[in-house]
């Protein structure tokens, strides 16, 4: 048979057993120097640069603005243990231009995750949205190994009208049928509509059109030679209301229909029978059925094949000597596509997988005459979850030989096979997916099938492995009401698709959880799936040419490292380096620094404010010293490229009743929360915006934004020109001067009667001051003025006067003295007399020594989001609140369901006001490597 190895790390445990070789047995071979090299490089990679992997459970699938999204993360390693490389997680919400509209960063325990971003309508706008989670760790992979996840965000009350819409193309001349009706699905009346199509931001046609009395609109107009389709967009803008409708022009042109041919393993091989998967793909980047023939060069057909699921399909058949293979495709409107196969080689080797032989893989390994030798070593490694759970090497002495894998050597997921020669050279590679049906099995008992409005709902959850023993595991719970939500959105993808399916493939996969229903169907599909869209993980370049060397460090805990350097960028041991807080969580910290200078701090509650941390260098009598401190700190956001996945419809194009009624709803669902949150008699007030005042972006005003007496603005500033800070303060600030403070002789920073401090970032520059021995004239003045002057104009976004008392309170509470600062405020002169504030905000953020080399360094992490809690109603008495209509989308949402030792956990929620069906989904992971997940159905009536 074969050698197998089946350890976390492959080593070089040989079973001597036989290998079927065109119905002869031979002995196996110990692995060779070279392949157990291939085996043990592999291993290493593996576990130098280990997988980690993330989902997002969601509320729901879709929002609109003001909702809030609601999820649960799981980080898994490959595994699918709870992950130990990551503390925190970065989610990005990205709109439909590809740019961050938010960033946010969770916390992470054991691997878990619970979040919640609100949509505001400040920052969110109507339109498609992404959502982007990741890890710093799996900034190490490439990005489409993120988890990502598309939605559409409505806007409530935005829109007056709906349309349908019906698009056909003929050569380069399109047709847009459009019907306009209100949203109660009532013919709109005769509408002045100017009309534009845009291809992205280029306009293609534009021109002005009346509805007819029925609401129905016919465009007629011709595109411009190759121009892309699939992103073509009709702009309809009503003439009375100036209500804009974005519509999507879903066309493909079906000659334009993408078609694959994917041969198994690897190239076409000369007289080496060809198992050919093919997928047609069209330009919205869904399948596309089609069928066709295999014909030669002297027009002679040899194979007729057809798509079997989503433009997917097999044929098999074997190249001849000198052919060139062409498929004639017919399209879905009759039209014929002429499509070249890949080349034929002369020689080489295929590597051919097939499940489903008594629990065991069938591979067969065909080769051409030269590449058989009774001397030479083939070898074969098989992998899943990064572990290289399989290994064999032999000698091709004939044409092909033949052996059975056991699939129980493998976990449940995608198993990547390669053949290599004896030079270590990878020559065919082919995915396999192998299932025991050993995901966790999950019940949920709600006592009985139906109930009515305002009922308190139990909820008996168990949840067992596949031998029917109890799991203890983390999950998460949601409950959406089918009138809002749709069903068929809900079940697309899950923990199980996602993180042993999709994760694993390159593109979009489309609905992954239908590969999984029972029947061969499925199975044949998903094989199809296999030899269609290739592994995603490392190339072999990247394992056997170099070491694996992580670029983005791991963060299993929260962490500040820097390195201390002197003037000359030397690194300065022994140096003592102390960590102080400025937010409201007091934390003071102190260590040495290394023979290379470097420091690190550990051990830091979660920060979840715009906490600044201050880090001095000093010498061991206390002294600052003269040199820099730097914090290693990636603030980056990685680039925006986006995988491909189809663009979400607009909720008023071509909608149906559910999501209509959702955002219909919505609106009013988020009024009456705020009355049952407040009280029923309480009365909304509408948002008044203050505009009179500008706000300075970033700044650290202790009052919040826009509270200031003056306010010197970047345009201001910009217009100044390259001139100093303290320049500028001069020029711009009303009342500043130089005078002298109470202590007599001593010059001042003034503004009008009061003495001046300087915050910058929201750091006071007065703590650190240090007031020399001897108490030389004018020292604190001429340390401000040092500052002042170090910065430019074009440092600083933004300028803030806090004079008056109403604004200065704050700040006079903050720098409050402690007995040791009394010494300096004698010598700056504060103590006993009014003071006055200026809150300067740099584009750095970095506060008043960023870039200094004078011991002395201010940084300011991201903060990390608090999840809130989820609200619900609940009514102990049925008529509660009465006169109010209970209209939730999602029910209720759970994200820390722990079952116990029995497998058993409980929770309960109260039904809202609509007579529905309620959808309750459940998933989440065990400690061993299984995850689950299950749908249950639950009936409420009136």
Not at 124 to 143: C, D, K, L, Q
Not at 197 to 221: E, I, P, Q, R
Not at 255 to 264: A, G, N, R
Not at 326 to 332: D, G, M, N, V
Request: charged content about 20%.
């Amino acid at each position: 048979m074969n050698i197998i190895l089946h350890n976390k790390r492959a080593t070089a445990i040989i079973l001597f057993l036989n290998l079927l070789l065109l119905g002869t047995y031979t002995k196996a071979q110990t692995p060779t120097s070279q392949s157990q090299s291939v085996i043990d490089k592999t291993s290493s990679y593996n576990e130098n640069l280990p997988g980690e992997r993330l989902y997002l459970h969601f509320d729901k699938p879709y929002y609109a603005i003001g909702d809030t999204v609601w999820f649960k993360g799981y980080i898994l390693n490959s595994t699918l243990l709870y992950s130990t490389l990551s503390s925190r997680v970065y989610i990005d919400l990205i709109n439909d231009s590809n740019r961050v509209v938010q960033r946010f960063i969770f916390p992470v325990s054991i691997g878990l995750t619970v979040g919640n971003i609100y949509l505001d309508e400040k920052l969110v706008h109507e339109g498609a949205y992404t959502i982007r989670a990741y890890t710093h760790w799996m900034r190490n992979f490439s990005p489409d190994q993120f988890f990502y996840k598309n939605f559409y965000v409505a806007k409530p009350g935005e829109k007056s009208f709906l349309v349908k819409t019906k698009s056909s193309l003929s050569k380069n001349h399109v047709n847009v049928n459009l019907a306009f009706t209100t949203l109660n699905n009532q013919a709109a009346d005769v509408k002045d509509m100017q009309v534009s199509v845009m291809n992205d931001k280029k306009t293609l046609h534009s021109n002005n059109s009346l509805t007819s009395a029925n609401g129905n609109l016919n465009l007629d107009f011709d595109l411009p030679e190759n121009t892309a389709v699939k992103n073509l967009t009709l702009i309809a803008r009503d003439g009375k209301s100036n209500n804009t409708e974005k519509i999507p022009v879903n066309i493909t042109r079906p000659l334009d229909v993408d078609i694959q041919f994917m041969p198994e393993s690897g190239p076409l091989v000369e007289l080496l029978p060809a198992h050919i998967g093919f997928k047609a793909i069209g330009e919205n980047g869904k399948g596309v059925d089609i069928k066709g023939v295999l014909i030669d060069k002297e027009k002679n057909e040899e194979v007729d094949f057809e798509s079997f699921h989503n433009g997917m399909g097999v044929f098999d058949f074997v190249p001849q000597p000198d052919e060139i293979y062409t498929a004639k495709i017919t399209l879905p409107n009759g039209e014929f596509k002429m499509v070249n196969l890949p080349a034929i080689k002369k020689s080489g080797t295929l590597l051919k997988i097939k499940n489903g032989h008594a629990d065991s893989l069938e591979i067969t390994v065909f080769a051409t005459k030269d590449m058989q030798s009774p001397t030479d070593d083939y070898t074969i490694i098989g992998q899943s979850r990064g572990t290289v759970c399989y290994a064999a090497t032999f000698k091709l002495k004939k044409d092909y030989a033949k052996f059975y894998v056991p699939e129980n050597l493998f976990p449940t997921g995608v198993a990547h096979f390669t053949l290599f020669n004896s030079r270590n050279e990878p020559l065919n590679d082919r995915l396999s997916f192998i299932n025991h049906n050993d995901n966790l099995k999950i019940d949920i008992n709600a006592g009985q099938a139906t109930y009515t409005s305002r009922d308190s709902i139990p909820l008996h959850i168990v949840v067992k492995d596949d031998k029917g023993n109890p799991v203890a595991g983390s999950f998460s719970l949601s409950v959406t009401d089918d009138q809002q939500v749709k069903t068929t959105d809900l079940n697309k993808e899950n923990i199980f698709t996602s993180l042993l399916l999709s994760s694993e493939l390159k593109g979009y996969v489309e609905n992954p959880t239908y590969y999984f229903n029972a029947g061969t169907d499925a199975a044949k599909a998903l094989d199809m799936l296999l030899l269609t869209q290739g592994w995603k993980g490392y190339s072999w370049k990247e394992i056997l040419n170099a070491p694996a060397r992580p670029a983005f460090a791991a963060e299993p805990s929260y962490m500040i490292k820097g390195k201390v350097v002197n003037l000359l960028n030397k690194p300065i041991a022994n140096s003592n380096v102390t960590l102080l807080s400025t937010g409201k969580v007091k934390i003071f910290k102190d260590t040495v620094t290394d023979a290379g200078g470097q420091f690190t701090f550990k051990n830091f509650p979660v920060i979840t404010d715009s906490t600044a941390f201050v880090l001095e260098a000093r010498k061991a009598k206390g002294r600052v010293i003269n040199a820099g401190i730097s914090v290693e700190d990636d603030k980056s956001v990685p680039k925006v490229a986006l995988p491909y996945f189809p663009q979400p419809i607009p909720w008023y194009v071509n909608g149906d009743s559910t999501i209509l009624n959702y955002v219909k709803t919505s609106a009013a669902y988020h009024d009456d929360v705020e009355r049952l949150k407040y009280g029923p008699d309480t009365h909304l007030l509408k948002t008044v915006d203050i505009r009179d005042k500008v706000i300075i972006k970033g700044s650290k005003n202790l009052n919040g934004a826009g509270n200031y007496d003056q306010a010197i603005t970047q345009d201001e500033i910009e217009k100044a020109g390259k001139i100093s800070l303290l320049k500028l303060i001069e020029q711009k600030v009303k009342g500043f001067h130089e005078g002298y403070g109470r202590k007599a002789g001593n010059i001042s920073f003034m503004l009008r009667e009061k003495q001046l401090r300087f915050s910058i970032d929201g750091i006071d520059l007065d703590r650190f001051y240090e007031p020399s021995d001897n108490g030389l004239p004018d020292e604190h003045y001429v340390y401000q003025k040092q500052i002042l002057d170090y910065f430019s104009a074009e440092d600083v976004t933004g300028i803030e006067v806090i004079y008056s008392s109403r604004y200065n309170a704050l700040y006079k509470d903050r720098n409050l003295l402690s007995t040791d600062e009394l010494v300096v405020a004698a010598a700056t002169a504060h103590a006993g007399q009014d003071i006055a504030y200026l809150e300067i905000t740099t584009r750095s953020g970095q506060g008043p020594f960023a870039n200094r080399a004078n011991g002395i360094f201010v940084y300011r992490p991201a903060p990390v989001t608090i999840p809130a809690q989820f609200y619900e109603p609940k009514y102990p008495v049925k008529n509660m609140y009465p006169g109010f209509t209970d209209r939730r989308s999602t029910i209720h949402w759970e994200p820390n369901i722990v079952t116990n030792k029995k497998g058993e956990a409980r929770t309960v929620f109260y039904a809202a006001d609509q007579p529905t069906t309620y959808t309750i989904v459940l998933q989440g992971a065990n400690l061993n490597g299984k995850v689950g997940y299950t749908i249950k159905k639950l009936t409420i009536y009136k």
